[in-house]
């Protein structure tokens, strides 16, 4: 599986992005897919979730402003992220898990920076 990451960029706070994740490979293997992000000087996080079967889940600091999404058709996921405020800078990375004989395994795309000025 690989995943490709795109749409970051610079916005002003209260402004919003789209990020989108493209998987190509063994994308029928794909299971649970999420955005995390590392800011600078800290750890990397969970940001929001989707399962195969649509279910979604988000990080209490951006629930009710982003939203993840997958178009099983384009074989995309994405996240809307809107009201941005500064702390949300970061680079974004976006995740994906197979499972093969009960045994998972872990994906990870290159990352794109977003970046909301105050």
């Known amino acids: ?24 490979g063994s994308i029928f293997s794909i299971n649970d897919m999420g955005w995390y992000r590392q800011a600078p000087g800290k750890q990397r996080e969970w940001v929001a979730g989707t399962t195969r079967g649509g279910s979604t889940a988000y990080a209490d600091l951006v629930k009710g402003r982003f939203a993840v999404s997958r178009d099983g058709a384009k074989n995309t996921m994405y996240l809307q992220m809107n009201s941005l405020k500064p702390e949300d800078t970061a680079v974004y990375y976006c995740h994906a898990v197979t499972i093969k004989g009960y045994q998972p395994y872990n994906y990870w795309g290159q990352g794109t920076q977003v970046t909301v000025s105050s």
């Open 1 to 24: 599986v690989q995943l490709q990451a795109s749409g970051g960029g610079l916005v002003q706070a209260g402004g919003s992005l789209r990020l989108s994740c493209a998987a190509s």
